[in-house]
């Protein structure tokens, strides 16, 4: 069973920035792959960012450019760097772990274990 935390979230102005870590149990983390997703109230759940097993990366358009997502495996974390934000960024923020091999990082059923997500608020 894979335990995830996630940290960092808060209320930041316009054009700032916070750095989201999520920390994950288990000794394997080096073959998950990892995923940020976000919630908005009213709407769905919405891909991010992700990074593969060899630090591959994938954004969402909106967020390339002003967000950035690392891991460090020796830590078992990831992270993701989000600079420039904007209002419209506001969300809950979700960790998830891919621990089956799946190559469609973007689809939020190949993720099998979820955090309990930390609000990300951004005031205009």
């Known amino acids: 069973q894979v335990q995830l935390v996630e940290s960092g979230g808060g209320l930041v102005q316009a054009g700032g920035s916070l750095r989201l870590s999520c920390a994950a149990s288990g000794r394997t983390f080096s073959s998950y792959g990892m995923g940020w997703f976000r919630q908005a109230p009213g709407k769905e759940r919405q891909f991010v960012a992700a990074?593969?097993?060899?630090?591959?990366?994938y954004y969402t358009d909106s967020v390339k450019g002003r967000f950035t997502i690392s891991r460090d495996n020796a830590k078992n974390t990831v992270s993701l760097q989000m600079d420039n934000l904007k209002p419209e960024d506001t969300a809950v923020y979700y960790c998830?772990?891919?621990?089956?091999?799946?190559?469609?990082?973007?689809?939020?059923?190949?993720?099998?274990?979820w955090g309990q997500g930390t609000q990300v608020t951004v005031s205009s």
């Open positions: 998830a772990a891919d621990v089956s091999g799946s190559a469609y990082y973007t689809r939020p059923d190949e993720y099998e274990y």
């Open positions: 990074i593969s097993r060899i630090s591959g990366t």
